[in-house]
């Protein structure tokens, strides 16, 4: 491709600056006060108004000035007719010439004179003498049709910026063109006089009516205006700010915090059990209750904010507080508002570098979740539990972000085998994003990428990275198991084109490919299930994962009677020691099995794990060996070269690994 046209002399690499600089006048117009505000904004509304009436004016006296040019060269044309109409032709000629003396004496006159029929000048003021040809193509005009002319000099040999005048004058029966020409400095001057005094007056205008604006309304509408808005940021029962307030305050204080290098933290409180005060005492002893609190957060430190950011719910964004600094007030103000009858529950996080607003506010929030779930009673500062907790930052979402846009993805395979046959039914595809990115692995990727919303962007980077992998690792006859996240499933809704065109795309038949789907859908799963019946229509196999964990297994089975069921590694790990993991891990194989699914075990590490699967036998009306297939560290790690179809279990049994 080449570069990208622009105009000449266009700076193109400005629009950023521009945008930027544009982006900044309109911060700094918003942070002036209303009053202002409404000033600038009257001041320019005026002026424009006022610029369009003067262009309008000013187009309108051009035309005026030059009506009133052509109406006195129109008269003079009649004086000359008259003066025909009672003198001899040669007697005409000789008061003509006066006549146009006079004209020419005029001020700004350049040129005046009489043509005649044959366009020899005839008569003559300052200009052309008399017996000269005149080359004006605009006379030719008049003296044929008797039309008149009024506009700029077109005789070639003239200032064509001056102004002329043509109309015909009958004497004696023949036309004769009265020309007559003027400098375009005095037309110009006494129309350049009328438009100043009209933008004096426009301006006087403007100047009169910001004082008489503000002493006839715009004070009462100002004083209104700021009641409003203070109405709009603050909370009817508390008089605290409210929630808008406080995002706009939480943005602008990171920000400053950010830039200044000064520490800044969030205290998020939450009464504790205030649902049973509103339904036992009622309403108004619950309002006594927040106003309670209300004033005992704003009695704490005077650069302490305090807000309400919902029905039971408050904020306080703690100035210039560290991280131990922070650990103090709030413990005070937990024991503060226990004596005052308020148990409540606080979660606080202490701003760390680079950090922004949203992430600040989730780390809180995780932190008040936290002293909840202890009892409330008390407060959680982040730091104690971040270790446990995972919160999705700003940085991460745009991680993955980034990640689907730059296809920075890996696939690598896993081997799946038959018990009984000991050969390699397939492969599973296994997505890997790239470390750079610093996710934890796919599992993070995707539950951010729901998030965000790019969670079907993301699957479908996934399949097509595996599926050109795959047509180089795949062994022949050897099944290719991909993952779908079930809400790319539910998004779907039983339109599923786009997979089927990547399979066909890449040289696959349908029936290679085996769809797997977690059972624990947290998705609509009437939407999963149509869009599985629909790849089963077009030759998918289906394969339903994690069985034994979620709730939604058996429904799944029973509605799409899945070709394969892969059991959890947690409960296939655990059913050789644990009798209650047994159970589980028997009955749902037991379900699969009457369904006509091929059994498979996962998170197969060890021989001990092997065996016992292998040597699990069904029930009476299912002889045989119930796991009938497995996958795991111990069968097979997974790699970008896996095994071929050609090797047996046998040599991939942990003890010969």
Same mark, same amino acid.
């Given at each position: 491709m080449g570069k990208p046209a622009t105009s000449p002399g266009f700076d193109a690499p400005r629009l950023p600056r521009l945008a930027a600089s544009a982006g900044g006048a309109r911060r700094r117009f918003r942070s002036l006060g209303p009053g202002t505000r409404l000033a600038i904004a009257l001041v320019l509304t005026l002026a424009a108004v006022g610029g369009g009436i003067y262009l309008v004016l000013s187009d309108q006296m051009h035309q005026d000035q030059v009506e009133n040019y052509s109406r006195l060269h129109a008269a003079d044309a009649e004086a000359i007719e008259a003066v025909a109409r009672t003198h001899s032709l040669s007697q005409t000629f000789i008061a003509t010439n006066q006549l146009l003396e006079a004209v020419d004496s005029r001020d700004g006159t350049e040129e005046t004179i009489l043509i005649g029929p044959n366009r020899v000048v005839r008569a003559s003021g300052a200009g052309a003498p008399v017996g000269s040809s005149d080359g004006n193509p605009n006379t030719l005009s008049v003296l044929r049709e008797g039309s008149s002319f009024a506009g700029n000099e077109s005789d070639p040999g003239e200032d064509s910026s001056s102004f002329e005048f043509l109309a015909p004058v009958v004497i004696q029966g023949q036309r004769y063109a009265l020309e007559t020409a003027y400098s375009s400095n005095t037309f110009n001057s006494q129309l350049g006089h009328l438009r100043t005094m009209m933008a004096l007056l426009i301006l006087l205008a403007i100047a009169a009516a910001l004082p008489a604006f503000y002493l006839f309304g715009g004070r009462s509408l100002v004083r209104s205006h700021q009641l409003a808005l203070q109405r709009a940021t603050r909370d009817g029962l508390t008089d605290l700010p409210n929630h808008r307030a406080f995002q706009d305050d939480l943005e602008l204080s990171v920000s400053l915090a950010g830039r200044n290098g000064d520490p800044l933290a969030l205290a998020l409180l939450d009464l504790d059990h205030f649902k049973q005060v509103n339904d036992r005492h009622g309403h108004p002893e619950g309002d006594a209750l927040l106003r309670r609190v209300a004033e005992i957060l704003r009695n704490g430190r005077s650069a302490d904010r305090p807000f309400r950011i919902g029905g039971d719910e408050?904020?306080?964004?703690?100035?210039?507080?560290?991280? +131990?600094? $922070?650990?103090? #007030?709030? !413990?005070?103000?937990?024991?503060?508002?226990?004596?005052?009858?308020?148990?409540?529950?606080?979660?606080?996080?202490?701003?760390?570098?680079? +950090?922004? $607003?949203?992430? #600040?506010? !989730?780390?809180?929030?995780a932190a008040l979740y936290e002293a909840k779930r202890r009892g409330g009673a008390s407060s959680t500062l982040y730091s104690d539990i971040h270790e446990n907790v995972e919160i999705t930052t700003a940085a991460k979402r745009e991680a993955v972000i980034r990640l689907v846009e730059d296809e920075s993805l890996t696939t690598v395979f896993q081997p799946i085998w038959s018990f009984d046959s000991e050969l390699l039914i397939g492969l599973e595809a296994l997505s890997r994003p790239d470390p750079a990115f610093l996710l934890a692995g796919p599992s993070e990727a995707f539950d951010i990428a729901e998030q965000v919303g790019s969670v079907h962007e993301l699957d479908e980077l996934c399949v097509a990275t595996a599926l050109r992998s795959a047509a180089v690792a795949l062994p022949p006859e050897a099944l290719l198991f991909l993952n779908l996240a079930p809400k790319t499933l539910e998004l779907d809704a039983g339109e599923v084109e786009w997979l089927t065109l990547s399979v066909e795309a890449a040289g696959f038949e349908p029936e290679r490919i085996v769809i797997e789907v977690t059972e624990r859908i947290h998705a609509r799963t009437a939407a999963v299930v149509a869009s599985l019946i629909a790849l089963r229509e077009r030759g998918f196999l289906i394969a339903l994962d994690d069985v034994g964990t979620g709730n939604a297994g058996l429904e799944m089975l029973r509605h799409i009677g899945a070709e394969y069921v892969k059991l959890d590694r947690s409960i296939v790990a655990a059913a050789p020691t644990e009798p209650n993991a047994r159970a589980v891990l028997m009955a749902m194989a037991t379900f699969a099995r009457q369904t006509g699914a091929f059994v498979i075990a996962e998170g197969i590490e060890d021989e001990e794990t092997l065996s016992f699967l292998r040597g699990l036998e069904g029930i009476e009306f299912e002889p045989g060996t119930i796991i009938q297939g497995g996958q795991g560290f111990g069968l097979g790690r997974p790699s970008a070269a896996p095994v071929g179809a050609n090797r047996r279990l046998a040599a991939r049994s942990p003890s010969s690994a």
């Amino acid at each position: 491709m080449g570069k990208p046209a622009t105009s000449p002399g266009f700076d193109a690499p400005r629009l950023p600056r521009l945008a930027a600089s544009a982006g900044g006048a309109r911060r700094r117009f918003r942070s002036l006060g209303p009053g202002t505000r409404l000033a600038i904004a009257l001041v320019l509304t005026l002026a424009a108004v006022g610029g369009g009436i003067y262009l309008v004016l000013s187009d309108q006296m051009h035309q005026d000035q030059v009506e009133n040019y052509s109406r006195l060269h129109a008269a003079d044309a009649e004086a000359i007719e008259a003066v025909a109409r009672t003198h001899s032709l040669s007697q005409t000629f000789i008061a003509t010439n006066q006549l146009l003396e006079a004209v020419d004496s005029r001020d700004g006159t350049e040129e005046t004179i009489l043509i005649g029929p044959n366009r020899v000048v005839r008569a003559s003021g300052a200009g052309a003498p008399v017996g000269s040809s005149d080359g004006n193509p605009n006379t030719l005009s008049v003296l044929r049709e008797g039309s008149s002319f009024a506009g700029n000099e077109s005789d070639p040999g003239e200032d064509s910026s001056s102004f002329e005048f043509l109309a015909p004058v009958v004497i004696q029966g023949q036309r004769y063109a009265l020309e007559t020409a003027y400098s375009s400095n005095t037309f110009n001057s006494q129309l350049g006089h009328l438009r100043t005094m009209m933008a004096l007056l426009i301006l006087l205008a403007i100047a009169a009516a910001l004082p008489a604006f503000y002493l006839f309304g715009g004070r009462s509408l100002v004083r209104s205006h700021q009641l409003a808005l203070q109405r709009a940021t603050r909370d009817g029962l508390t008089d605290l700010p409210n929630h808008r307030a406080f995002q706009d305050d939480l943005e602008l204080s990171v920000s400053l915090a950010g830039r200044n290098g000064d520490p800044l933290a969030l205290a998020l409180l939450d009464l504790d059990h205030f649902k049973q005060v509103n339904d036992r005492h009622g309403h108004p002893e619950g309002d006594a209750l927040l106003r309670r609190v209300a004033e005992i957060l704003r009695n704490g430190r005077s650069a302490d904010r305090p807000f309400r950011i919902g029905g039971d719910e408050f904020a306080v964004l703690l100035q210039k507080t560290d991280e +131990e600094g $922070a650990r103090t #007030l709030v !413990a005070r103000l937990c024991r503060t508002l226990q004596e005052a009858g308020v148990p409540v529950s606080i979660g606080v996080a202490a701003m760390r570098p680079g +950090e922004d $607003a949203k992430d #600040l506010r !989730a780390e809180a929030d995780a932190a008040l979740y936290e002293a909840k779930r202890r009892g409330g009673a008390s407060s959680t500062l982040y730091s104690d539990i971040h270790e446990n907790v995972e919160i999705t930052t700003a940085a991460k979402r745009e991680a993955v972000i980034r990640l689907v846009e730059d296809e920075s993805l890996t696939t690598v395979f896993q081997p799946i085998w038959s018990f009984d046959s000991e050969l390699l039914i397939g492969l599973e595809a296994l997505s890997r994003p790239d470390p750079a990115f610093l996710l934890a692995g796919p599992s993070e990727a995707f539950d951010i990428a729901e998030q965000v919303g790019s969670v079907h962007e993301l699957d479908e980077l996934c399949v097509a990275t595996a599926l050109r992998s795959a047509a180089v690792a795949l062994p022949p006859e050897a099944l290719l198991f991909l993952n779908l996240a079930p809400k790319t499933l539910e998004l779907d809704a039983g339109e599923v084109e786009w997979l089927t065109l990547s399979v066909e795309a890449a040289g696959f038949e349908p029936e290679r490919i085996v769809i797997e789907v977690t059972e624990r859908i947290h998705a609509r799963t009437a939407a999963v299930v149509a869009s599985l019946i629909a790849l089963r229509e077009r030759g998918f196999l289906i394969a339903l994962d994690d069985v034994g964990t979620g709730n939604a297994g058996l429904e799944m089975l029973r509605h799409i009677g899945a070709e394969y069921v892969k059991l959890d590694r947690s409960i296939v790990a655990a059913a050789p020691t644990e009798p209650n993991a047994r159970a589980v891990l028997m009955a749902m194989a037991t379900f699969a099995r009457q369904t006509g699914a091929f059994v498979i075990a996962e998170g197969i590490e060890d021989e001990e794990t092997l065996s016992f699967l292998r040597g699990l036998e069904g029930i009476e009306f299912e002889p045989g060996t119930i796991i009938q297939g497995g996958q795991g560290f111990g069968l097979g790690r997974p790699s970008a070269a896996p095994v071929g179809a050609n090797r047996r279990l046998a040599a991939r049994s942990p003890s010969s690994a």
